[in-house]
C-alpha cells in the first residue's frame, strides 16, 4: 500500500475531500491514478495526517522539480 493510498484509508477519501474542497473523484484520481496528492493540498492533508497521528511524508505529494540552467 503506497504512502497517498494509507493516508486516505486511514482518513477516509469522503472527509478529505470536504476539508480540501474538491471532490471525492479527486481524492479518488488522486490515489487509484496518480499515486500522489497535488503538492497544493499539503497543508490540509498534513493537518488530517496530524489529527489521526499519521506520517504524512513529502514523497506522497506532486512537488515541482526547479527549472535545470543550461550549462552552456
Not at 15 to 44: C, H, M
Not at 52 to 59: F, K, N, Q, Y
Request: glycine share 4%.
Amino acid at each position: 500500500m503506497t504512502d497517498v493510498q494509507h493516508i486516505a484509508k486511514k482518513i477516509g477519501q469522503r472527509r478529505l475531500a470536504e476539508r480540501l474542497g474538491v471532490g471525492v473523484t479527486a481524492v479518488n484520481n488522486a490515489v487509484q491514478r496518480d499515486k500522489v496528492f497535488p503538492a497544493s493540498w499539503y497543508p490540509i492533508v498534513k493537518e488530517a495526517c496530524e489529527e489521526v497521528e499519521l506520517a504524512c511524508p513529502m514523497e506522497a505529494f506532486r512537488w515541482r522539480e526547479p527549472k535545470q540552467e543550461d550549462a552552456a
